[in-house]
């Protein structure tokens, strides 16, 4: 079983701040793309922020940017992965989803869920105002 582990979902209120955490399994994600994606009812997954785990490089979605930080934590040795969100907004409110395991070209991480081959079961995230 290489499947991360996802914790720390919870209801907050509009303007609030939570942070998530993805445990690695079996797996440790070195030299890897990981990412964090969400999914809203109704709604497709999609690609909230992904980092590279040899670089530390990250890219957002223009949607949470500046409002959201995705942060490894390499001195620990699972790799934990975080997901710092402030200013959280209704629109946030969906399952997040942690993912590794990229399968596109080395360094080049995209944020299409597609692209990734182990994901946690998700944590629930809700704002209400």
């Known amino acids: 079983q290489v499947h991360p582990v996802e914790s720390g979902g919870d209801s907050v209120q509009a303007g609030g701040s939570l942070t998530l955490s993805c445990a690695a399994s079996?797996?440790?994600?070195?030299?890897?793309?990981m990412g964090w994606f969400r999914q809203a009812p109704g709604k497709e997954r999609e690609g909230v922020a992904v980092?590279?785990?040899?670089?530390?490089?990250?890219?957002?979605d223009n949607a949470v940017k500046g409002r959201f930080t995705i942060s490894r934590d390499n001195a620990d040795a699972k790799g934990t992965l975080y997901l710092r969100m402030s200013s959280l907004q209704l629109e946030d409110t969906g399952m997040y989803y942690c993912?590794?395991?990229?399968?596109?070209?080395?360094?080049?991480?995209?944020?299409?869920?597609?692209?990734?081959?182990?994901w946690g079961q998700g944590t629930q995230v809700t704002v209400s105002s």
């Open positions: 079996g797996y440790t994600y070195n030299r890897d793309c």
């Open positions: 993912a590794g395991g990229f399968k596109g070209l080395y360094g080049a991480c995209t944020r299409f869920p597609s692209d990734f081959a182990y």
């Open positions: 980092i590279f785990t040899a670089d530390g490089t990250t890219t957002y």
